[in-house]
């Protein structure tokens, strides 16, 4: 596609309840990452894929995190019993490649309430 | 472990005033450094990168920002702003050695008033 993508845009669920949320990135593009963005705060870094493997998954905050890349394409960011904390916008932005010049591209988030 | 520091939170400045907004990272080695922005409703986009070469880098629409290795700093600069480049704008950084995940600064709100 022309750019990255995501969905669902908005997904409002209740506390406790497991929510998916989908990222396709830029194709040809091997690097995905994803970061969350809460109000007030910068952009948090959770994961990091090359290919399907993810060598850096140093950001997710518990392991009620978990993300997948099949096919070397679209990936999901899954939490489990979801927590009112967990509310925030989550982005996906790939890259060529990881590396020295790995600008990223970005999606247009998800926005993620729990109640 | 790399940190990112935007001093400026909220900026509200009049078209055609000057823009300068500080940007500080921690690294002890060779780092690529970026300035991203987000106008309202739309996503993250890169605005100027720096990765080798010339420290003063000039972005789209107007904007250049100048690495000075000695303070360890990357602030962005406009001379004159219009009610256009209303948006947050995001420093990064990452250490350049192979892979390395960018960190980014809290960002700062610009608001132009017309």
């Known amino acids: 596609g022309a750019g990255v993508s995501q969905s669902p845009s908005n997904k409002v669920t209740e506390k406790g309840k497991d929510v998916e949320l989908r990222c396709d990135p830029i194709?040809?593009?091997?690097?995905l990452y994803w970061y969350r963005q809460s109000l007030g705060q910068g952009l948090e870094f959770l994961i990091y894929?090359?290919?399907?493997?993810?060598?850096?998954k140093s950001g997710l905050p518990s392991d009620r995190f978990s993300a997948e890349r099949t096919g070397g394409s679209v990936s999901t960011l899954t939490i489990q019993r979801t927590q009112q904390e967990d509310s925030a916008v989550y982005l996906c932005?790939?890259?060529?490649?990881?590396?020295?010049?790995?600008?990223?591209?970005f999606g247009p988030g998800t926005r993620l309430t729990v109640l | 472990a790399q940190s990112v520091s935007q001093h400026n939170h909220h900026v509200i400045l009049s078209e055609a005033a000057s823009l300068e907004l500080g940007c500080n990272y921690s690294?002890?080695?060779?780092?690529?450094l970026f300035w991203y922005v987000q106008y309202p409703g739309q996503h993250l986009q890169l605005l100027l990168k720096?990765?080798?070469?010339?420290?003063l880098v000039k972005g789209i629409k107007g904007f250049e920002a100048e690495f000075i290795k000695s303070k360890f700093s990357f602030n962005l600069r406009k001379p004159s702003v219009q009610w256009s480049d209303t948006a947050e704008y995001f420093c990064?950084?990452?250490?350049?050695?192979?892979?390395?995940?960018?960190?980014f600064g809290t960002g700062t709100k610009l608001q132009v008033i017309p």
């Open positions: 932005a790939s890259s060529i490649v990881a590396g020295e010049n790995n600008e990223q591209f």
């Open positions: 194709s040809g593009h091997t690097a």
């Open positions: 894929f090359q290919g399907n493997s993810a060598p850096d």
């Open positions: 690294y002890g080695g060779t780092v690529n």
């Open positions: 720096y990765f080798s070469g010339d420290p």
């Open positions: 990064a950084v990452n250490a350049r050695v192979g892979y390395q995940k960018v960190t």
